[in-house]
Structures are given as structure tokens and as C-alpha cells.
């Protein structure tokens, strides 16, 4: 089992920055995405990184704002976000995927449902 365990959320000014983490045991052999959700809303897709930390993938709405990056020594994937805007309130989960490093793939799921394991989320709250 992995276990994600999200930190770094907070309150910070539109224009500003945060840095989120998710940790867990056994990371650094899953690929690991960011999602968020408002509620009664949908999860929606921010970034994923595959198990390698080759390859990474944005929504449209983050692309140049925010950056996911990992270490796997360290079994920790950040995402980086900058620029942030009102609009990027929400929680944000993080979610890991063995699948794909178990099949030999060395990409990342950016759609929920081929997640199989959840943090319990970080709320980051953008004033404008």
C-alpha cells in the first residue's frame, strides 16, 4: 500500500506562490499526479509526473505556472506553483499509480480514476 501524505497548503496572495509536497513509502515506483477539487465540483486534473521523473503533464489552466518535480530518494513529489490565481482555490490531493511502473510504462494517468491511492488533501486558499 502507499499511503500519500500531502503538506504545504495555505493562504497566500493572487500573484504569489506555494510549494506543495506528497510523501509516502514506495513512491518513487508510482507515478504521482495533483488533482483538485471544489466542492460539490468534480476532481479535476492539475500535473502528473511518471514514476522516472522524465515526464511530466499539465492542464491547460496551470501550464507555465506550475512545475512537478520528484526525488525519489527522498520519496517526495512537489508541485511548484506560481502565478497563483483566486481561481486556483481548492483542495488539492495527491494521488499515486504503481501500475504503470509495473507494466514498464514510464508515463502518468492524468485522468482520477487510474489513481489507486489518495492523500487526504490540502486546502490552498488564493485571495485576491
Known amino acids: 500500500q502507499v499511503q500519500p501524505v500531502e503538506s504545504g497548503g495555505g493562504l497566500v496572495q493572487a500573484g504569489g506562490s506555494l510549494t506543495l509536497s506528497c510523501s509516502a513509502s514506495?513512491?518513487?515506483?508510482?507515478?504521482v499526479g495533483w488533482f483538485r477539487q471544489l466542492p460539490g465540483k468534480e476532481r479535476e486534473f492539475v500535473a502528473a509526473i511518471s514514476w522516472a521523473g522524465s515526464k511530466q503533464y499539465y492542464a491547460e489552466s496551470v501550464q507555465g505556472r506550475f512545475t512537478i518535480s520528484r526525488d525519489n530518494a527522498k520519496n517526495t513529489v512537489w508541485l511548484q506553483m506560481n502565478r497563483l490565481k483566486p481561481e486556483d482555490t481548492a483542495i488539492y490531493y495527491c494521488?499515486?499509480?504503481?501500475?504503470?511502473?509495473?507494466?514498464?510504462?514510464?508515463?502518468?494517468?492524468?485522468?482520477?480514476?487510474?489513481?489507486?491511492?489518495w492523500g487526504q488533501g490540502t486546502q490552498v486558499t488564493v485571495s485576491s
Open positions: 514506495g513512491i518513487s515506483m508510482c507515478a
Open positions: 494521488a499515486a499509480d504503481k501500475t504503470r511502473y509495473e507494466l514498464g510504462y514510464n508515463d502518468a494517468p492524468r485522468s482520477a480514476a487510474d489513481f489507486g491511492f
